[in-house]
Structure formats: structure tokens, C-alpha cells
């Protein structure tokens, strides 16, 4: 079984520049969230997706977007980087309760 | 302002004895904690969970306990390997997400 499939793995990206990540659930998952990891501040919700409906946002601005399509694959959007967005970015799909997540996408701004 | 804290960023523990990760939250409506395991370059896997109907929740080595009058769990890892060596993150469950603390680094050492 095929786990939640995160691209790119690595990315540099320049200040002011737009970036999109993907996802991929596990078959039959219809539920996925996403996460920013940064050192000291842990996992910070970024949105959560169900049948292409965003069900819940975190506290991020509003460069930071995403969506989901009929397939449950989801992409997540940060326009206009700033360097304070370089992170590790975790993709989770779920069923009911508890996540399983991706190996992530490590974004970079210079 | 974090709901879900772990206070000790990293913990030192001889190979064989017992870890304890501690976590303490701040919402009582929490009902239902998972522990994930994180080492570098892979996502966070799934260790154990409790829901607030129990006190203490075991699977093999990992044991994790509530206490919820004072609203805190704790994992217990008997005995400790070195592959148990990563970060620890706690997480509460809240509508449609999951609150994660800021993880606790263990380094079991041979």
C-alpha cells in the first residue's frame, strides 16, 4: 500500500517568488492536512481538505493557499516568499482519526 | 499562545533504561492525544494514542499516560534502544486538526 506522497522533496525558491507543493493520499483518504515544521515552533496547522472542501485554516496569512481535487490529491500554494517560509512543509492524509504523513517538501528562500 | 507544550526540548537517556517524554495542554475539551516519532529527512510516524475514557494506553515498549485533572500525558519507553534516538511530538485533537507541541529531542545513548 502506497504511502502519502509528497513533491518535491527539496526546493530553493528566491524572495518574492511563488511556489506550489503536492500531495498525494493514500488510496481512500479523503482527508488531508497540511503542516509547517520550523525549528522551536513544532508542527503549525496550516488547512485541512475533505472532498475538495476546506474544513479547517490555520493561522497563516493569506499567501499561504490550497485545494484539493476529486482525486484527493491536494497542492498547497505560499505566493510571494518571504524568507521566514523556509521550512519543512508535511503533507498528512487520514480516514478517521490519526494521520499518516509524507516525507515532506524542505522549502528554501534566499 | 501554545496548547500543547513539552517543556524539555531534549532528554538524555542510558540504552536500557527508561525515557519519559512529558506533555502537558491547556484545553480541557482535549479528549483524544497521539505521540509521533520524527527522525531527520522522514515525515513524523504514528507511535500510540489515548482517548480521555482511559489512563494509560500500552503497546509494547511505549506506554502512554493521562492524567487529566492535570492535563497531562506522558510517554514512557521501557527499555530505551538507540534506535529510539529522534523527536517526540505530543498532539491533541481539535476539530478537523491536530495540536502538536514542540517536540522533545530523546538521544538514547549506547
Known amino acids: 500500500k502506497a504511502g502519502v506522497t509528497q513533491t518535491p522533496r527539496y526546493l530553493i525558491k528566491t524572495r518574492g517568488q511563488q511556489v506550489t507543493l503536492s500531495c498525494s493520499p493514500i488510496s481512500g483518504h479523503r482527508s488531508v492536512s497540511w503542516y509547517q515544521q520550523t525549528p522551536g515552533q513544532g508542527l503549525q496547522f496550516l488547512f485541512e481538505?475533505?472532498?475538495?472542501?476546506?474544513?479547517n485554516k490555520g493561522n497563516f496569512p493569506g499567501r499561504f493557499s490550497g485545494r484539493q481535487f476529486s482525486n484527493s490529491r491536494s497542492e498547497m500554494n505560499v505566493s510571494t516568499l518571504e524568507l521566514g517560509d523556509s521550512a519543512l512543509y508535511l503533507c498528512?492524509?487520514?480516514?478517521?482519526?490519526?494521520?499518516?504523513f509524507g516525507s515532506g517538501t524542505r522549502l528554501t528562500v534566499v | 499562545d501554545q496548547q500543547v507544550k513539552q517543556n524539555s526540548p531534549s532528554l538524555s537517556v542510558q540504552e536500557g533504561r527508561i525515557s519519559i517524554l512529558n506533555c502537558d495542554y491547556t484545553n480541557s475539551m482535549f479528549d483524544y492525544f497521539l505521540w509521533y516519532k520524527k527522525y531527520p529527512a522522514e515525515g513524523p510516524t504514528f507511535l500510540i494514542s489515548i482517548s480521555s475514557i482511559k489512563d494509560k494506553n500500552e503497546d509494547g515498549r511505549f506506554t502512554v499516560f493521562l492524567n487529566k485533572s492535570a492535563k497531562h500525558l506522558s510517554l514512557h519507553i521501557v527499555p530505551s534502544q538507540p534506535g529510539d534516538s529522534a523527536v517526540y511530538f505530543c498532539a491533541a485533537l481539535e476539530t478537523y486538526k491536530y495540536i502538536f507541541g514542540t517536540g522533545t529531542r530523546l538521544k538514547v545513548l549506547a
Open positions: 498528512a492524509s487520514s480516514l478517521d482519526s490519526g494521520y499518516t
Open positions: 481538505y475533505f472532498s475538495e472542501t476546506q474544513r
